[in-house]
């Protein structure tokens, strides 16, 4: 019989997928212990994908659903809904020390969360509205529950994408394998299957974006909201009413503390409460911050000192593309260094990668095909002022010319409503202004934007993320769209 594998060892390690975290597109997470990240429903909001938003519709539908239950006063329904965000753990976020544990409501959970949230009036006066507000409110709840809690609702979702990872990574999937319980907003129930889904020793993984998850979760602390919300309203109003926590300092302005405030009105669960009564427009403020402050993702080298791993060599990969010989016969080998390279390069900008996706019902393939997530930097910029919702990149391992057929493929698979802008690369060019010239033809004739890379301009690249990792400006990309444009 195998060994069995240490608990800490990476999926990556495990499935023998000769990549580390920098060069996937979920979390690389340990096959039987947790990695210290949760995943927060801001992230999803800020995510512009398909995915993203079904994700966020499955959040509200469920906790509409549970509000109306508590409302009711339903408690077996409302304790049955809570107690499917089962404790089982093939997530793997968290804190714990040794083998991983969810962290959830689950059954013997879901009854305590019940008769917290019915003995609190958050949910009677309005104070609750999304997921996220029960750890302001209800004892017993903070980001660590959030996340598992969110992870099992959306717990559909996240099965499609561990099954497209699967195939594009090439990760066996074990058939008959427990789903465990599904939301389903239609019918607002708890639906189960059995499903394939890659499996190790220690149990069912299922795999998360590395887009979705963040270290700390700051806009989940209830002391947090309590001091730098609700605390500052507490004290203008005591200094409107010239109470006794009102201090005069000896310039003569007029100071209340905190810590008084606390002592005299509480800084429990149901003290926030009663001070968010008072003063609502601090949760308005608080939610507006909380809205209006997007987290950005975790950058590659972040995910590497979480993780204890090497930060990406970029330099090492590039050379592995550069040994690549120009050819037919290694083309899959070209396209497989490329795909490697641009994942980490572009990362966050660009995620979701599909190999080979097929369009005009099969009838055209595109080797690389990147759902544009960019907030900032070149990407952002042209997901705010040109259709790029998707980005396509084709490979051509010519030790020939690239010419007008190439560039006519690639515009090809644009549209609208897929996106128009596609990356070529390349390995060298004879005549590069002829080939720009091309490029320039197709977006004045309004078929798109096409930007060339060889390798020597991949080597730009990787020289300026060496000099500023995390970077998302991108100058070359922005040089080469402006010679489309201007």
Excluded at 5 to 21: H, I
Excluded at 69 to 97: I, K, P, Q
Excluded at 203 to 208: A, C, H, K, M, T
Excluded at 463 to 481: I, M
Aim: charge should be negative; glycine fraction near 6%.
């Amino acid at each position: 019989m195998a060994a069995r594998p240490r608990a800490s060892m990476r999926v990556s390690e495990y499935f023998r997928l000769g990549r580390t975290q920098p060069f996937l597109d979920f979390l690389d997470i340990p096959v039987g212990k947790d990695i210290p990240v949760f995943l927060d429903p801001g992230r999803l909001r800020a995510m512009t994908s398909t995915w993203a938003t079904e994700c966020i519709s499955l959040l509200q539908t469920f906790f509409e659903a549970f509000l109306r239950e508590l409302r009711a006063g339903n408690r077996d329904e409302g304790v049955r809904l809570l107690a499917a965000l089962t404790e089982r753990n093939e997530f793997h976020l968290g804190f714990s020390r040794s083998l991983s544990a969810g962290n959830a409501f689950g059954p013997g959970y879901a009854a305590e969360v019940w008769e917290a949230m019915t003995s609190s009036n958050a949910a009677v006066t309005g104070l609750l509205q999304d997921l996220e507000d029960t750890c302001l409110f209800i004892y017993g709840i903070g980001p660590d529950r959030i996340s598992d809690a969110v992870c099992n609702i959306i717990r559909g979702p996240l099965i499609r994408y561990t099954q497209q990872m699967c195939v594009y990574y090439g990760i066996p999937l074990q058939e008959g394998v427990d789903s465990g319980p599904v939301w389903n907003p239609q019918s607002e129930e708890w639906d189960s299957d059995l499903i394939p889904l890659p499996v190790t020793p220690y149990g069912p993984v299922l795999f998360i974006p590395k887009l979705a998850v963040r270290h700390r979760m700051i806009y989940y602390d209830a002391d947090r909201y309590y001091r730098h919300f609700v605390m500052p309203e507490m004290q203008e109003a005591e200094k409107r009413a010239n109470s006794g926590l009102v201090h005069v300092l000896r310039d003569g302005r007029t100071r209340v503390y905190k810590k008084d405030l606390a002592e005299t009105y509480g800084a429990d669960k149901l003290a926030i409460i009663e001070q968010t009564n008072r003063f609502p427009e601090a949760l308005q403020q608080y939610r507006e911050t909380r809205m209006g402050r997007v987290s950005s993702p975790l950058t590659n080298e972040q995910l590497a000192e979480i993780e204890d791993i090497d930060r990406p060599n970029l330099r090492s990969l590039l050379q592995e593309l550069l040994a690549v010989a120009p050819g037919r016969d290694e083309a899959n080998q070209y396209e497989l260094a490329v795909e490697k390279l641009l994942s980490a390069l572009f990362y966050p900008s660009l995620a979701f990668p599909t190999k080979q996706h097929e369009i005009h019902e099969g009838r055209k393939r595109i080797d690389i095909t990147y759902v544009n997530n960019a907030r900032s930097g070149f990407f952002g910029w042209l997901a705010t002022h040109y259709p790029s919702a998707h980005v396509f990149v084709e490979c051509k391992n010519y030790g020939r010319e690239v010419g007008n057929p190439e560039a006519d493929q690639l515009a090809g698979r644009f549209s609208p409503a897929r996106g128009q802008v596609g990356l070529l690369v390349c390995r060298s060019l004879e005549n590069a202004a002829a080939l720009q010239r091309r490029c320039r033809d197709t977006a004045q004739d309004h078929r798109g934007y096409i930007i060339f890379l060889t390798d020597q301009d991949l080597e730009q690249l990787v020289s300026a993320y060496e000099a500023a990792p995390g970077e998302t400006t991108f100058q070359l990309l922005r040089d080469k769209f402006s010679a489309l444009i201007m």
